[in-house]
């Protein structure tokens, strides 16, 4: 069996996450990326709201493409945090489009992606609140469950039952 939680600790988790999601949109070029070497951190402001959030790894990856950084190049990059920087920020400036900053906005914030300001959002919550009662209702017994950013590649094709939503 895949390692996972129970479904009650993912609820717990789920809701905590829907009581601090917080999804922003403003222009790219008010984005500042600020580097160390413990990670990144995002900085803009929205109305009169100053927001401060570091950076997950799949967020960076977000920030970086935008600026057409190829993967690579961000593997190097993030050893040298002053260059990642001024490249990062070199293409944010470049831009007026608007930007969906998603974060989860609890003790530490955290910006969990970078994405069109288009993009529809679908959540965990909103997921979990239609497909969980459907699943239990049909019989489905949900012996271990996760929240995962990526579908690792050894679990594509498996047996296992999938629900995915955006994974951000």
Not at 99 to 128: C, H, K, Q
Not at 129 to 157: E, Q
């Amino acid at each position: 069996m895949h390692p996972g939680i129970p479904i009650d600790a993912l609820a717990d988790l789920i809701v905590r996450q829907h009581a601090e999601k917080r999804d922003f949109i403003a222009p790219a070029r008010e984005l500042t990326v600020t580097s160390t070497d413990a990670g990144s951190t995002l900085r803009f402001g929205v109305g009169q709201e100053q927001v401060e959030a570091r950076l997950t790894t799949h967020a960076l990856r977000q920030v970086a493409s935008y600026g057409d950084i190829p993967f690579k190049y961000l593997e190097k990059l993030v050893h040298e945090p002053g260059l990642l920087d001024r490249n990062l920020n070199h293409w944010l400036e470049q831009s007026a489009q608007p930007r969906m900053v998603r974060t989860l906005m609890g003790e530490r914030s955290v910006a969990r992606a970078f994405l069109s300001s288009r993009y529809r959002p679908l959540d965990n919550y909103d997921l979990a609140h239609r497909m969980v009662p459907k699943l239990r209702s049909g019989g489905v017994a949900i012996k271990s469950c996760a929240l995962a950013w990526r579908i690792a590649a050894r679990d594509r094709g498996s047996k296992r039952l999938r629900i995915a939503a955006a994974r951000l």
